[in-house]
């Protein structure tokens, strides 16, 4: 599952041996009115097309919403990236844009801003970086924006789903590294290091998937 506004192709560089793994990129739908992040949850749980060893990996929003649906689901493992496995790892920005409410104001015509902000003049690293946030940031559907912020600040788990793995860049600014316990931490890691890493988890998913650790050094 990708992250807030995300389309699956983040996970195009992920490549996991095909005699073991069938991958299936599951898809944000747009919320019904009202929806509540658990029933959406159910409702996502009708994606996964088999029952048999599953495993469930979410980034960042996607890591929360995967730790909802695994309450609906007998898995295998449950994998969570660049994302927080409670309330209380969130950022002390984002605990006050909930405790305010501040949140309900914030503009979300997030890809809109984007294809203005291309108009102007700027230098050649700013322009890629707006090509990459285009490139993967597909969803720009207002009301699924208003829920997904919603439903990240006020996300209400308070202790972390038993035996979750959680893989987490010491860089993220996002979810800073100092709120989360329990980690495999990559070094230089950022907040989209699924795509920069791909090399990491190519190597290292296959083992967290089957043994639930990894035996050999990061």
């Not at 073991?20 to 658990?38: C, V």
């Not at 990996?57 to 919403?65: E, T």
Request: glycine share 4%; net charge positive; proline share 5%.
């Amino acid at each position: 599952m990708p992250g807030m506004a995300a389309n699956p192709t983040v996970f195009e560089r992920i490549e996991l041996p095909e005699k073991e793994f069938k991958i299936i990129w599951l898809t944000w739908k747009i919320p019904k009115k009202e929806e509540s992040l658990t029933d959406y949850a159910k409702r996502m749980t009708e994606e996964v097309t088999t029952r048999e060893a599953v495993v469930l990996i979410g980034v960042s929003f996607g890591g929360v919403l995967v730790q909802e649906m695994s309450k609906y689901l007998n898995l295998k493992r449950l994998i969570i990236i660049s994302s927080v496995k409670t309330k209380h790892e969130l950022p002390k920005r984002m605990k006050f844009a909930r405790d305010t409410g501040v949140y309900k104001v914030l503009p979300t015509g997030l890809l809109d801003y984007i294809t203005h902000i291309e108009k102007l003049p700027l230098g050649d690293l700013i322009r890629k970086r707006l090509k990459l946030y285009q490139q993967y940031l597909s969803i720009n559907d207002k009301e699924y924006l208003n829920w997904a912020i919603k439903e990240m600040l006020c996300w209400n788990q308070d202790k972390p789903i038993e035996n979750i793995i959680h893989i987490h860049g010491d860089e993220d600014l996002v979810f800073p590294i100092k709120n989360i316990e329990n980690s495999i931490v990559i070094p230089k890691g950022t907040h989209i290091m699924i795509l920069v890493k791909y090399k990491w988890f190519n190597k290292h998913l296959p083992e967290l998937i089957s043994e639930g650790k990894i035996s050999s050094q990061l």
